[in-house]
């Protein structure tokens, strides 16, 4: 039969953001959107996913052996585990997060997820008063949509990270309601909504910008402006409770900017 | 009150009458296996003595032995002439290498398998791995659909994850190159790829299913995912028939989540699939209710379709039943047992349904012994109204 040929790709403009501010733990909080009714919100989600950002199985490092058999390469270094690890647990310590829950593969991946477990325990050692425990991914999974109230922060390398984190996106009503931020060395921080281009919406300004915006006022936090990041998140919380003034990706009817102005109305007063 | 003598021996006049006439169909009939994968997902069923058939049990760690002791129990009263070749295999038992190499021998032999799930033992290689690798135990297939007496989040769920069950990231190959890097190798080969991809569309094929979604991430693994994936659309094209998609896996995850309806037949490498099957398992009512089927080129495995041992709870049978019962059934089936096969898979789904005794993950507080009991009484009502 003929040979099958994969195809390559150029190397992403997003990766290289990464490598180049040494970004090395994502964090993708997961709330329920007040106004934005999926089958979750009655018990709610509020789950925060910390997800190594460098390695894992994003390395690229893939080659093929010899034809129709290729092999890719998941690396998992000490210090990336430990630095996200670190990260995750002085975030819940500052946020008054209570719980940690490592999701691994360990069972299968024995020394790759086996060394990030070990940097995970070492550091939950210096946080007493957090509650780590570790979890099977497939465990999370099956979990997870049974009762996702039960989740507060999850800490995982990277694919499963990527994986699981559009999978608590959904659970709050998609990936245009979800923000991001990403932590690099030195107090760099980078925050970013996770949805795509949506190249289709610019035109008629019809785009949401709820996770852009949310990834904002997490910016805010990090760079300790609590109460205003306070006072505009009661106003867009507002604004999507009353259902009057919002998008329609969340079934209504305004324009982009009428969204915002409808925001900076409510935090005039 | 029907005593238990009257049933089996009325379940026993039951399936004598019927193994006459399955061997009379299969006398008469040509054989059927045109278009066939290459492994047929129905049996040539293999007879032992006294038209009974030998099938591996397997019951494993945790709550795997409660759940094989239902099982019997039901087989036993229904005089199912099926016969089990029990091995105990489970953690204590793995330090006897021969106990291992015996049941993969027993497994060989019988061609049919039903078990539980076997804890990985520290010292050993983890041996649910070794059985699908060794057997060859290639296509995972889980099929999950809403019951109506389970409250969920969605409802009318009916998709089918069939998952690549030999490699990818269960290569088991990792090696640390340098202090503190490990690296952990994922494999995809195109023969393997190709040979997942047309049991999926043969599968979607012979079960009437309209389209197959072929789960990926080779936006980010564009050799290895892209391998798998280019494999599934050159076989897409031998069934032009069937719907093809592709998809990538984080999507599907959240797809999942929101709109659970629109996925058929689903296609995918090992860790996805493992990922996928959980996810969709939970969707639908959970471990104890999901059943799954395996198949290799001689053999196939019925064992719940998501596997977790649930040790905290060994020897307290409060575990749900019903997954492994209707792996049995679906076992049955495979065996040509049908009218066997479907009466209880029947059985099952109207006792759920009718949510009068349910197990702990249902939201009642029934033993697995009260479950077991149920199904058999709802077994004797369908029989007599027949």
Same mark, same amino acid.
């Given at each position: 039969?003929?040979?099958i040929n994969?195809e390559?790709?150029?190397v ?5 953001i990464?490598?180049?501010f040494?970004l090395?733990a994502?964090v993708?909080?997961?709330k ?5 009714i ?6 709610g989600?509020d ?7 460098? +390695?894992? +199985?994003?390395s690229?490092i893939e080659?093929q052996?010899? =034809?129709g058999v ?13 630095n996200?690890?670190e990260?995750?647990?002085q975030?819940?310590?500052?946020h ?15 020394m790759?997820?086996?060394m990030?477990l070990?940097q ?5 050692a ?7 425990r ?5 465990s999370?999974?099956?979990?997870i949509?049974s009762?996702?109230?039960?989740f507060?922060?999850?800490?995982? =390398? ?11 996106a959904?659970l709050?009503?998609g ?10 060395k ?6 970013e909504?996770v ?5 289709d ?10 996770a852009?915006?949310?990834s ?5 936090r ?5 109460s205003?990041?306070?006072?505009i +998140?009661?106003?867009?919380?507002e604004t999507?409770?009353e259902?009057?003034?919002i998008?329609?990706?969340?079934g209504?009817t305004?324009t ?6 409808e ?7 | 009150?029907? &005593?238990t003598?009257?049933t089996?021996?009325?379940f026993?006049?039951?399936?004598? #009458?019927?193994?006459?006439? %399955?061997?009379?169909r ?6 059927v ?5 290459a492994?047929?997902?129905?049996a @040539?069923?293999?007879t032992?003595?006294?038209?009974? %058939?030998?099938v %591996?049990l397997?019951?494993g760690?945790? @709550? ?8 019997t %129990?039901?087989?036993?009263e229904?005089a ?11 953690r /204590? ?5 021969g ?14 398998g ?5 804890n990985? &033992?520290?010292?050993?290689?983890? *041996? ?12 995972? @297939?889980?099929?999950c659909m809403?019951f /109506?007496?389970?409250?969920t ?13 030999t490699?990818?990231?269960y290569? &088991?190959?990792?090696? /640390?190159?340098v202090?503190?890097?490990v ?13 997942i ?18 789960? *990926?991430?080779?936006n ?10 280019a494999?599934?659309?050159?076989v897409?094209?031998d069934y032009?028939m069937?719907?093809?998609? /592709?998809?990538i896996?984080?999507?599907?995850c $959240?797809?999942l989540?929101i709109?659970?309806? $629109?996925?058929?037949v ?7 699939g493992?990922l ?6 939970g969707?639908?009512?959970?471990a ?13 495995v ?7 041992t ?14 492994m019962v ?6 049955l089936k495979?065996? $040509?047992l049908?009218?066997?096969?479907d009466?209880?898979i029947?059985? @099952?789904k109207?006792v759920?349904n009718r949510r009068e ?7 009642? &507080?029934?033993?697995t012994?009260?479950?077991t009991?149920a199904?058999l009484n709802?077994?004797?009502?369908l029989y007599k109204? #027949?």
């Open positions: 039969s003929s040979g994969a390559y790709g150029h992403s403009l997003n990766l290289t990464r490598r180049t040494g090395y994502n993708r909080p997961a329920s959107v007040p106004g934005v999926t089958p979750y919100s009655k018990e989600v789950c925060v996913i910390m997800r190594e950002n460098t +390695e894992g +199985e994003y690229g080659h052996v010899v =034809p290729v092999q890719s390469v998941k690396l998992i270094t000490r210090d990336a585990s430990r996200v690890a990260y995750a647990f975030y819940a310590q500052d008054g997060r209570k719980n940690i829950v490592a999701l691994h593969k360990a069972n299968i991946m024995k790759s997820d086996g990030f070990e995970c325990r070492e550091v939950a210096r946080y007493p008063e957090i509650n780590y570790e979890m099977y991914l497939d999370a999974c099956l979990k949509v009762d996702p109230s039960k507060d922060v999850m800490l995982m =390398p990277n694919l499963y990270g990527d994986i699981f984190s559009d999978l608590t959904g709050i009503g990936l245009g309601l979800a923000p991001s931020g990403n932590m690099g030195d107090g760099i921080a980078i925050y909504a949805h795509g281009t949506a190249d919406l610019v035109e008629a300004n019809k785009g949401n910008p709820t852009l915006l949310m904002g006022l997490m910016m805010l990090h760079m300790g402006l609590k205003q990041a306070d006072k +998140e009661a106003a867009v919380l999507l409770t259902r009057k003034v998008t329609g990706d969340i209504g305004a982009n900017p009428e969204y915002a102005d925001i900076c109305r409510k935090i005039r007063g | 009150v029907v &005593s003598q009257s089996g021996q009325t026993q006049h039951y399936f004598k #009458q019927i193994n006459l006439r %399955t061997m009379l299969r006398i008469s009939s040509p054989a296996s045109i278009g066939r994968a492994v047929s997902t129905s @040539v069923p293999r032992k003595y006294g038209g009974k %058939t030998t %591996t397997i019951p760690d945790g @709550v795997g032995p409660e759940l094989a002791e239902s099982v %129990t039901i087989f036993k229904m199912v002439p099926v016969e089990f070749e029990k091995i105990e295999l489970n /204590e038992q793995m330090k006897d290498e106990s291992f190499d015996y049941a993969i021998k027993s497994l060989k032999r019988n061609g049919v039903l078990k539980g799930v076997i990985r &033992s520290a010292d050993f290689r983890h *041996h649910n791995l070794e059985f699908r690798g060794g057997l060859d135990v290639y296509a995972n @297939v889980v099929r809403s /109506e007496g389970i409250q989040h969605h409802t009318g769920i009916d998709l089918i994850a069939i998952r690549e069950n490699e990818g990231e290569s &088991s190959l990792e090696h /640390e190159s202090s503190g890097v690296e952990s190798l994922k494999i995809i080969t195109q023969e393997k790829s190709m040979r991809a047309k049991f999926a569309f043969d599968y979607a094929r012979e079960h009437n299913r309209k389209k197959v979604t072929c789960i *990926h991430k080779a980010i693994m564009k050799l290895s995912d892209g391998l798998f994936k494999c599934c659309k050159e897409s094209e032009p069937i719907e093809y998609e /592709e998809q896996v984080d999507n599907t $959240q797809q989540v709109n659970p309806q $629109q996925f058929d689903m296609v995918m490498p090992n860790l996805y493992n996928v099957s959980n996810l969709a398992a969707l639908v009512g959970g104890g209710v999901v059943p799954s089927k395996s198949y290799g080129e001689n053999i196939a019925f064992e719940p379709g998501a596997r977790h649930w040790m905290e709870m060994k020897g307290m049978y409060v575990a749900n039943p019903a997954a209707l792996s049995s059934a679906f076992m495979h065996l $040509q049908h009218e066997a096969g009466l209880l029947k059985a @099952v109207n759920i005794v349910q197990t702990r993950d249902l939201g009642g &507080s029934s033993t012994p009260e479950m009991r199904f709802e077994l004797d009502t109204n #027949q």
